[in-house]
């Protein structure tokens, strides 16, 4: 009897090595973590009820009704940059791996959140060549406030670009999530989508025609998220519109301002060159697209540096999520018929590193064992009439609130991770985040490889 009991259990050892990780779960509960950082009015259908009607007030500078969209991280500002990003990549996911978020029950909930985001870009986008950037000071913000969005009295200013202080990367990028954002909707509210693609090709043809750095438009962004350039932006942008209208207009301004851009490393919310490359690899056809990619993946999974446990090490900051977008475009790369073995058993591997292969899940509410303390104010507070300030943020106590589905920032280059408010670099979370992170698990899933 003692013998086959364990003998049964080195059989679930073993099967539980080889079957994996159920990566629907994992995509289900990730869009809650997006309905968690949800800002402005919440509908009758928000499944994440510690979250209620926050920022109410966040306006223009005439005034204009500023509410809704994410707050970025575990803070409370609205950043249009990472928000944009976040948009594009999720309505890609979406797109172009169909078949597994259906598998997942989450084409409904996907759509939810990328309409949360594109609502607030037309609010954002007041005039042709006027878009509001921000709203929320990183130098307010992050200094004077911890507590919950629900309870935020600090002021809330509203940043904008326009012809005098432009922002290409801004309004690319931007245009980039409407366009895509168009694509997601048309075949589900055509009026709705159209208004996405007027919005789209005006917000490029503004950053196309008046050129800058959003960055150097306004101060205040600089605590928090610098932008190298925006000529990837420009390509992104153009690239998502030319999928949508198939205007070869877009491919000319594609030539026009692709030259500049020197340096390659990859896609992220700074760099979309390695997206831009692999999406007009499959519009076009071209083969320079896809041999860039081939050299890149292969380069990063041969020569990137890895931790003693095996991620592909690139960035302390969120070395998970960086981790993620690679196998992102890897796995687009993949899907054009380059090395795909290859390719997809490597974003097998690292996703599974993320979710449970050193015996610790990073995904707040997946497994056995996750993060209890990730960097997020609103999760930390109890609820409300409880108090909630800095007190919470240096206390050793689990967060009252299960922020699900929230990937945090991930371990160093040693595997070393520890689970405490403090340490943001590591333990805080973002929805840049998981956006590159679900579109990988949608991938895995429609590769047949979840649980
Ligand atoms: C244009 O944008 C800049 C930067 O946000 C701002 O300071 C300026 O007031 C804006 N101009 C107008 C006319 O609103
Ligand atoms: C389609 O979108 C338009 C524009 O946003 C909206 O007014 C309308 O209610 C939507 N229709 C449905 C069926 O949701
Ligand atoms: C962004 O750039 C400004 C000015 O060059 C610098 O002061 C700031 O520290 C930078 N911020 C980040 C987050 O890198
Ligand atoms: C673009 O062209 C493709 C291939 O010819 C076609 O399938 C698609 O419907 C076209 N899209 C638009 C928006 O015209």
Request: glycine share 8%; charged share 20%.
């Amino acid at each position: 009897m003692k013998v086959l009991l364990v003998l049964a259990s080195a059989l679930i050892v073993c099967v539980s090595n080889t079957v994996g990780y159920n990566y629907k779960e994992v995509i289900q509960k990730s869009l809650l973590f997006y309905e968690a950082q949800r800002s402005g009015k919440l509908p009758s259908d928000q499944r994440v009820t510690w979250r209620h009607d926050s920022a109410m007030n966040d306006k223009g500078v005439h005034g204009e009704d500023l509410t809704g969209g994410y707050y970025d991280a575990g803070d409370f500002i609205k950043f249009g940059f990472q928000m944009s990003f976040t948009v594009t990549v999720l309505a890609w996911g979406l797109l172009d791996h169909y078949k597994g978020y259906e598998a997942a029950d989450s084409v409904e909930n996907t759509r939810k959140a990328i309409k949360w985001g594109t609502d607030y870009f037309l609010k954002a986008h007041v005039s042709e060549n006027v878009f509001y950037a921000q709203v929320g000071s990183g130098w307010i913000d992050h200094i004077n406030y911890w507590g919950r969005p629900e309870d935020m009295t600090e002021p809330r200013p509203a940043y904008m670009i326009n012809v005098t202080n432009p922002g290409s990367d801004l309004a690319g990028e931007t245009a980039a999530a409407l366009a895509a954002s168009y694509l997601v909707f048309k075949d589900v509210n055509s009026t709705y989508a159209d208004i996405l693609l007027t919005h789209a090709k005006q917000l490029y043809s503004f950053g196309y025609k008046y050129r800058g750095k959003y960055t150097d438009a306004f101060d205040d962004v600089r605590c928090c998220y610098n932008s190298s350039g925006y000529e990837d932006e420009l390509v992104w942008g153009a690239a998502w519109l030319y999928r949508a209208t198939n205007d070869s207009t877009y491919l000319q301004y594609i030539a026009d301002v692709y030259t500049p851009i020197q340096y390659y490393i990859g896609f992220n919310w700074d760099q979309k060159i390695g997206g831009a490359d692999v999406l007009l690899a499959k519009l076009t056809g071209e083969s320079k697209y896809l041999t860039k990619m081939e050299n890149y993946c292969d380069n990063m999974l041969a020569n990137q540096q890895r931790t003693p446990k095996g991620l592909i090490f690139i960035a302390e900051w969120g070395s998970l999520m960086t981790t993620a977008y690679l196998m992102e475009i890897c796995l687009e790369t993949a899907a054009l018929g380059v090395n795909a073995a290859k390719y997809q058993a490597e974003a097998k591997k690292q996703i599974n590193y993320m979710l449970g292969d050193t015996g610790f899940s990073y995904v707040v509410g997946f497994g056995d064992k996750y993060p209890l303390r990730v960097s997020h104010r609103a999760a930390s507070c109890p609820d409300p009439p409880a108090k909630c300030d800095w007190t919470q943020y240096s206390s050793p106590d689990p967060n009252p609130q299960v922020l699900t589905g929230a990937l945090v920032g991930g371990p160093g280059v040693n595997d070393d991770y520890e689970d405490v408010r403090a340490d943001y670099v590591h333990n805080e979370v973002d929805t840049v985040y998981n956006a590159g992170f679900q579109g990988v698990l949608a991938t895995l899933i429609e590769l047949g490889y979840s649980d």
